[in-house]
């Protein structure tokens, strides 16, 4: 799996300060732009995340190139309606490769017989999918023989409110192992790029409390960078 924050808002942390503190201003843009220490900003967004005001986070984007995640993650990751999603395509991008690209589960990893039984599966599942390449079938109908395992790539944008309720619910220990894995990477370069704005990202556990139905037990272990 590979993670990468492709671009951000200009200075995120001082955008979504700025919008935070123009609310409860008479003064334009520019001259709280020119206020704004960096000890004001990180007061101003602790005082809003804490309050629950997250409108304001709103202003400043993040966007990650994903690459060899499962379309199975793919599924799960639409889910969440507030990102903008591009996706490789399985109609116009053919996977005839000798070598496909499938992920494996780290359970299934660890089992050598049912290692075996899994790859002669998705070899099986290739072989229909390169026959029916070779009879003339086009690949978006030839592609439905392939396993929610076939790896794909995917551009991903969500605002900085989104991102912190995505990693509420995806990076907790309850949540399915590989996009788990992949939030968790998110949160890290996000962290990295704005530590105030997350600063206590990452599930409820992080902040006191689980609200998890059937709690995991294991309080998850906060990221830092």
């Not at 995120?12 to 919008?19: D, G, N, S, Y």
């Not at 503190?21 to 007061?43: A, F, M, N, P």
């Not at 992920?103 to 050598?112: F, G, M, R, S, T």
Request: charged share 25%; with cysteine.
């Amino acid at each position: 799996m590979i993670v990468e924050l492709l671009r951000y808002t200009n200075e995120p942390e001082k955008t979504c300060a700025v919008a935070a503190r123009l609310c409860y201003s008479s003064v334009g843009i520019e001259e709280l732009k020119e206020k704004l220490t960096q000890e004001k900003t990180e007061d101003i967004l602790k005082k809003v995340i804490k309050s629950g005001h997250h409108s304001v986070l709103e202003h400043a984007s993040f966007t990650f190139g994903i690459e060899g995640v499962s379309r199975a993650l793919l599924a799960q990751l639409t889910r969440h309606r507030l990102a903008s999603f591009s996706v490789q395509s399985q109609r116009y991008v053919k996977f005839d490769k000798k070598t496909p690209e499938f992920v494996i589960p780290p359970k299934i990893l660890k089992d050598e017989n049912l290692l075996k039984q899994y790859n002669e599966f998705l070899e099986t599942a290739q072989r229909y999918y390169n026959t029916f390449l070779e009879a003339g079938i086009a690949a978006e109908d030839a592609r439905y023989v392939l396993p929610n395992a076939a790896s794909t790539k995917i551009v991903m944008t969500m605002n900085a409110r989104e991102l912190r309720h995505f990693f509420e619910l995806r990076c907790c220990n309850r949540a399915q192992w590989e996009i788990r894995d992949m939030a968790c990477r998110m949160l890290k370069l996000a962290k990295e790029t704005a530590p105030i704005l997350f600063e206590n990202a990452g599930p409820n556990c992080v902040r006191g409390g689980c609200t998890e139905t059937k709690p995991c037990g294991s309080p998850w272990k906060k990221i830092t960078v």
